[in-house]
């Protein structure tokens, strides 16, 4: 293999390693502020538990967070050279608000860390907790924006010998595609953390815990995951009219939609014959395709036919997007089904399939995380920078990269058991009960 495909196959299992810390980094913080401002609105001592548990967890995840970031960086400059020759004046803004985003929630977190029962008034402590939102929260939005410029370039102009001039990162940041990535990005990370904490929740309840701790946790974790889980939906639809305007391929190519026409069929599933681009065994969802695309079934959607075939997107991003669209809805359904039984207050949401189906939205909800970012990078193929620059035309031509995919495949394996090890002996001896205890008897 080439250079090329190193260098992607590298930057792939990288950023597939590191959206996961960086979702936990970005949606944890908001669940821990939650918990305690509520724990402090409500006295109840449950919920300050929760948030001191949570932190713990957290700062383990930001350091492995901290390690593939910087990993990230560093490929930039190594495997796609050709890249930030051309555009790295350009993107260069939001690449250092990020790390001063980091930087922000960093020295908060510290300080929340070491001023637990440090305040009389409980609230001064739990104000600290938002500046970490807000760095997290940022440091995410500033790498999306760079994401974002490279689906929709724009804030600069390229002169006649091909130089970048004329720059205006402002305009680089606020490009087309950073309203509707940036509202999916939060919007998923904080629905697949809410997940998560839920999951481990009912993980304890299904294996005999009973402790109140535990289903305070579940509900608190389960009604903001299905108002999150809303919030993703819509977030969603508004990255689908976002392609259907700037980006057609990457859509039609997720819908198998050859024929530019009105009153598309949205398609889930199915088969595809590449050679006579016959769709077989597939469910056909009259319309939902131009409502998704523009909002109204008499919208027209652009097919691939009317799209060069050298731009075609690989037609395998149908399932990725499939896979992302249907663990949506069940994150939904799940969440929805849990809160309709709580309102029932016939003890129906403690039922263990219900518990198991928590359990299971969590590791689906990475994946979706994962297939979302998928289809994100591989649908906008063959551009690294789309109508500019080819993936092919942006990587290293050094013959050493397979030796560094060895190199740093090492390193993350290495990362993930020093993390789950860590997490693991953190909490084992530390249960809910005992610290409980220990706090009402101190």
């Not at 713990?56 to 990230?72: H, L, N, Q």
């Not at 993980?203 to 993703?232: C, D, E, N, P, Q």
């Amino acid at each position: 293999m080439d250079s090329v495909i190193w260098s992607r196959i590298l930057t792939a299992e990288t950023l597939a390693f590191h959206i996961i810390w960086a979702t936990i980094g970005v949606g944890v913080p908001v669940f821990i502020s939650i918990a305690e401002g509520w724990g402090i609105y409500k006295k109840d001592p449950h919920y300050i538990l929760m948030a001191r548990r949570w932190t713990r967890g957290f700062v383990i995840t930001v350091a492995v967070g901290v390690v593939t970031g910087t990993c990230i960086g560093l490929m930039l400059s190594l495997l796609w050279p050709k890249f930030m020759q051309l555009v790295g004046n350009v993107i260069s803004l939001p690449l250092f608000l990020e790390t001063f985003a980091f930087f922000f929630e960093a020295i908060f977190l510290g300080i929340y860390l070491y001023t637990w029962d440090r305040f009389k008034n409980p609230v001064w402590h739990w104000l600290t907790s938002i500046p970490i939102i807000i760095g997290s929260t940022m440091s995410a939005v500033f790498i999306t924006t760079v994401n974002s410029f490279m689906n929709t370039p724009a804030g600069f102009s390229i002169d006649e010998a091909g130089r970048v001039t004329h720059i205006d990162p402002i305009a680089a940041m606020l490009n087309p595609a950073t309203p509707s990535k940036v509202a999916h990005v939060l919007a998923s990370s904080y629905v697949t953390c809410g997940f998560l904490l839920a999951a481990i929740a009912a993980f304890y309840i299904l294996r005999g815990r009973t402790h109140i701790y535990f289903k305070k946790a579940l509900r608190l974790t389960m009604a903001a995951s299905f108002v999150l889980a809303v919030l993703t939906f819509v977030a969603g639809d508004l990255s689908g009219k976002f392609l259907a305007k700037y980006q057609p391929a990457k859509l039609a190519a997720a819908e198998w939609h050859f024929e530019t026409m009105k009153e598309a069929p949205l398609i889930f599933g199915g088969i595809l014959d590449e050679e006579t681009l016959e769709v077989k065994y597939a469910i056909k969802i009259p319309y939902a395709l131009s409502i998704l695309a523009g909002g109204s079934p008499s919208d027209q959607v652009i097919g691939l036919n009317d799209i060069p075939r050298e731009e075609w997107p690989p037609l395998y991003v149908h399932y990725l997007f499939d896979g992302m669209v249907a663990i949506g809805f069940y994150l939904i359904f799940i969440s929805g089904l849990y809160l309709f039984l709580w309102l029932r207050r016939k003890g129906g949401e403690w039922n263990p399939w219900v518990l198991r189906g928590i359990v299971l939205a969590a590791p689906l909800a990475f994946i979706a995380i994962e297939l979302g970012w998928m289809y994100a990078e591989v649908g906008r193929q063959p551009w690294i920078i789309v109508g500019l620059m080819r993936v092919d035309q942006a990587a290293t031509t050094a013959d050493n990269v397979d030796v560094m995919t060895l190199m740093f495949s090492l390193l993350y394996a290495a990362l993930a058991v020093v993390a789950v090890s860590v997490l693991i002996r953190l909490f084992r001896k530390n249960s809910p009960e005992k610290e409980m205890a220990e706090r009402i008897s101190a």
